[in-house]
């Protein structure tokens, strides 16, 4: 289930490459895996004459990579990104974050499932002169519209292979997380508080 795919509408600063690799490590467990092209090349008869060797790194424990994506979760279910599920063909175990550069130059939607993390990223290719997204009233559109562009790429490739984004599966709790109750006021764990009289 190690994952990695991009695509994109121009370049930026940061590859969609680069930026959908270093998203997936949280979907990865933790474990970075730099991305790469071919996963095996096999003849006519089916022996493989090429197979692509993972190098992963752990760069995060799985805790924290697992903590990361299940804040990410709530992007989609409580964040203006909710819009994405009325865009989706299919319903995924999904982690996003949305981004937008300064001056509304850029649109990034990273989302990962518990087997694929897709990237899309609309900006100019132009290193002349900067040009911005239109959106005067904040309406959010140009973002809009690159989750859109992100759901047509996630169903189109649903269709080809409905087991591509692993929407049976979950991302799955590891071990060793604790949760506790804390006071919204304070941050602070309940307990028992004793006034100088």
Known sequence: NKQ???????????????????????????DFI??????????VDGNI???????AREVFSD????????????????????RITNYLNFNPDLAAKTGTSDKNTDYWFIGSTPTVTLSSWVGYNNKYETH?????????????????Y????????????????GIDQIHQRPGGLVEK???????TLPGKVTIPG
């Open 34 to 43: 730099p991305h790469y092209l071919i996963e095996k090349i096999e003849d």
């Open 150 to 165: 992100w759901s047509l790429i996630a169903n189109k490739v649903h269709a080809v292979n409905p087991e591509t984004f």
């Open 132 to 148: 911005a997204f239109y959106d005067p009233y904040f309406t959010g559109w140009p973002s809009l519209n690159n989750m859109q």
């Open 63 to 82: 805790q924290t990579a697992y903590l990361t994506l299940d804040i990410l979760r709530d992007v989609v279910d409580l964040g203006f990104s909710n």
């Open 181 to 187: 109750s804390v006071v919204a006021s304070t941050g």
């Open 4 to 30: 990695f795919g991009a695509f994109s509408l121009g370049t930026t600063d940061v590859t969609v490459a680069e930026q959908t690799n270093a998203f997936a490590t949280f979907a990865n467990h933790g």
């Open 49 to 55: 004459i090429y197979e692509h060797e993972h190098e």
